[in-house]
């Protein structure tokens, strides 16, 4: 691209920033004073995306000037500043023609920084991010586990309000506050959320077809086999066949909210278990759908009681706090230094939630949105934006779940973009969802997995879930996160020196 021809798309583009300065810094002025700098760059940074800039980006690399590639936490400068070089590179300088009050990249990194010790509290190990940890249910009666876990890098401690009882978190936050004592180090609380448990219901045990056949509690599925899914909480059942094995009338099972069942329509696609079992809409009544099997197929799946249902297509009429939720909030608000928001879709949500935290006292407490379905990634500018009028906000990057709300193959490229807009936003957000899964389930990492382990380590904070190995997945995670630190912030290469660089050269020179 010709200097004139970039120099006026970059021109254009500095016009726009100006053009909507003012209203950037009303919405600035919306939300706590801590966060005043970030919401505009954030509005910038929506902005500067808003363009196609691949022709710009490539124009003004190929001039030497980079400013453009990693604009997200300081926007306006970013621009401002390729400019200049720009103009300067053909021997005229450039000056905006109004003052703009604009962070640059050292004031960038200190409100990341500082949001991010706000809420996760100090790190300070070589390891960039922090470290959370599921909290499995021995956890709450044994406090070795949890002394080893913090020994081996653990600085977030999460607790699923879904599973166990008060008794035992209770448990774990004592072996929490004990292991606290006896390394000398803290650990955050982080208490998440039930939100809408949208799962199947029970399934009985069922006879073997053959005798001496072990009894199974599952409902097996192939593609083009039906399912009735009713509103009521009955327990499954499997298909009906006839003397030839041919299915007569279909297998069915309850599910754990009624709306699925009032809110699907015809066409809608309906996953279980984690995206396994992907199945459409065909006839929807009163009190029950019924879903086909769809997809390649080549063995049966089995639906079993408790999986999770997701509804990609569905408009789900649920509150984003539960009856549960607000039963546990008062002993989660007394116990969390963090409070993990399940189900958030839209910004009404995050206001329900404070203003039930005001009701008790509790206004300051840091707040996670779990980013898990369709509405809360096409809303998170606008849920930022929201959470950002209280004083300590994260974003959790569940990726199970949203690669299955919005398909597999975009799972990569939706993580990046949440990523992008939190940093330019500078909240901090966890990577979740199967990190090193392998690992702690079986001891033994999977190539892959360490891959994406260090992927993760562009986060502020990087969460495991439980596992009978779990304490050696918290080292090795610490480990992967030490050397990844030397190399990475963010989406940004350190260049830290080689070793591989200085031991080949002398090799080539010697050619």
């Not at 998170?380 to 398909?407: C, H, S, Y």
């Not at 992008?420 to 001891?443: D, F, M, R, S």
Request: proline share 3%; glycine share 6%.
């Amino acid at each position: 691209m010709k200097f004139t021809k970039l120099t006026k798309k970059l021109e254009l583009l500095h016009e726009r920033l100006l053009a909507r300065d003012s209203a950037f810094k009303k919405i600035g002025e919306s939300v706590h004073k801590k966060y005043r700098s970030s919401a505009v760059n954030l509005c910038r940074y929506i902005l500067l995306r808003s363009f196609d800039l691949r022709k710009v980006h490539s124009g003004l690399a190929e001039c030497g000037i980079s400013s453009l590639s990693s604009p997200e936490k300081y926007v306006y400068r970013n621009v401002s500043d390729a400019l200049k070089l720009l103009y300067l590179l053909q021997g005229r300088r450039w000056k905006s023609s109004k003052k703009v009050m604009a962070i640059g990249f050292k004031k960038s990194q200190q409100l990341l920084r500082k949001h991010t010790d706000d809420i996760f509290g100090k790190n300070k190990g070589v390891k960039a991010s922090h470290i959370m940890v599921t909290l499995p249910t021995a956890a709450g009666e044994d406090p070795k586990l949890v002394y080893d876990l913090m020994k081996e890098g653990m600085d977030i401690a999460r607790i699923n309000l879904s599973h166990d009882d008060r008794q035992i978190w209770s448990g774990m936050i004592d072996h929490i506050k004990k292991a606290e004592k006896e390394l000398n180090r803290n650990c955050k609380i982080y208490l998440d959320l039930s939100g809408p448990k949208i799962r199947t219901g029970t399934v009985p045990e069922f006879e073997g077809k053959k005798k001496k056949k072990k009894k199974k509690s599952f409902i097996p599925l192939i593609t083009g086999d039906h399912l009735i899914l009713h509103r009521d909480a009955i327990g499954g059942y499997q298909a009906s066949e006839n003397g030839a094995g041919q299915i007569v009338s279909p297998a069915g099972i309850g599910v754990s909210l009624p709306e699925i069942v009032d809110n699907t329509k015809v066409g809608d696609r309906v996953f279980f278990d984690d995206g396994k079992i992907e199945t459409v809409v065909i006839n929807k009544g009163d009190d029950q759908i019924e879903v086909k099997v769809t997809g390649e197929r080549i063995k049966v799946e089995k639906l079993k009681a408790e999986k999770g249902i997701n509804v990609p297509d569905t408009e789900l009429d649920l509150p984003a706090l539960t009856a549960a939720d607000l039963h546990n909030l008062a002993f989660a608000a007394d116990h969390a230094d963090i409070l993990g928001y399940s189900f958030v879709r839209r910004p009404s949500d995050v206001l329900i939630l404070h203003k039930e935290l005001e009701k008790i006292g509790k206004k300051n407490l840091g707040i996670v949105l779990k980013i898990e379905n369709h509405e809360a990634f096409y809303n998170l500018p606008e849920l930022l934006l929201t959470a950002m009028r209280f004083p300590k906000v994260g974003v959790m990057i569940a990726r199970g779940d949203l690669a299955v709300e919005l398909g597999f193959s975009r799972i990569s490229e939706v993580q990046e973009q949440i990523m992008w807009l939190c940093e330019a936003a500078h909240i901090p957000v966890i990577w979740a969802t199967q990190v090193l899964e392998n690992y702690a389930k079986t001891g033994r990492a999977s190539r892959a997995e360490v891959t994406d382990a260090a992927m993760a380590a562009r986060a502020e904070c990087v969460m495991l879930n439980k596992g009978p190995y779990i304490v050696k997945t918290c080292n090795l995670l610490k480990e992967i996160l030490v050397k990844m630190a030397q190399h990475q912030v963010k989406k940004k290469a350190k260049l830290r020196p080689l070793g591989l660089a200085k031991s080949s050269l002398p090799k080539i020179l010697a050619r």
